[in-house]
């Protein structure tokens, strides 16, 4: 019987796609993981989203400190 490496793609490379393919790569070491994007960083959408969310997520600090 012939082994076969697993093989795995993911596509994105902002935020999502490339915690996906760490979390893969960390369970599944032997596991062959692409990534598929038509842009990367710092091109994607979570480079300019994620300031917009963290700000979200942070309370009781002044606007000026979050600045």
Same mark, same amino acid.
């Given at each position: ?11 994105? +490379? ?6 996906? +393919? ?14 598929? +994007? ?30």
């Amino acid at each position: 019987e012939m082994s076969q490496k697993t093989r795995v793609c993911v596509i994105g +490379a902002g935020v999502v796609g490339l915690s996906s +393919a760490v979390r893969i790569q960390d369970e599944l070491p032997h596991c062959d993981v692409t990534l598929l +994007a038509d842009r990367f960083s710092p091109d994607t959408t979570s480079d300019g989203s994620s300031g917009i969310w963290l700000l979200h997520l942070v309370g009781g600090v002044s606007q000026d400190l979050l600045r």
